[in-house]
């Protein structure tokens, strides 16, 4: 019913379903949320194929007790590049 307006879908999608889907469905936009949280550097990993850090749920929207405790949205690592890229040379 929203074609031919761009549809964004959610929830549940893997690297490889995300892309098989946005190439089979034109107009559709394939979104990520907690994935997102999780890899600030997301579509790096998507486009390299590089594992995703797993999120952590309980970390969510919550606020640092005190200055210096934060723990979610700013402490998760970015991929190394240079190394994903000699390891998979």
């Known amino acids: 019913i929203w ?3 761009p549809l964004i879908t959610a ?3 893997t690297r490889k379903n995300a892309l098989k889907r946005a190439q089979e469905s034109e107009g559709e936009l394939i979104a990520f949320g907690r994935d997102f949280i999780a ?3 997301l579509p790096l990993r998507i486009k390299h194929d590089i594992p995703l850090n797993p999120y952590d749920r309980s970390t969510f ?3 640092a ?3 210096g405790t934060e723990k979610g949205y700013i402490d998760y690592p970015f991929a190394d590049l240079e190394k994903t890229k000699a390891t998979t040379q």
């Open 3 to 5: 074609l031919p307006r």
């Open 11 to 13: 929830g549940g999608y």
């Open 39 to 41: 890899n600030p550097d």
């Open 61 to 63: 929207y919550t606020p």
């Open 65 to 67: 007790e005190k200055e």
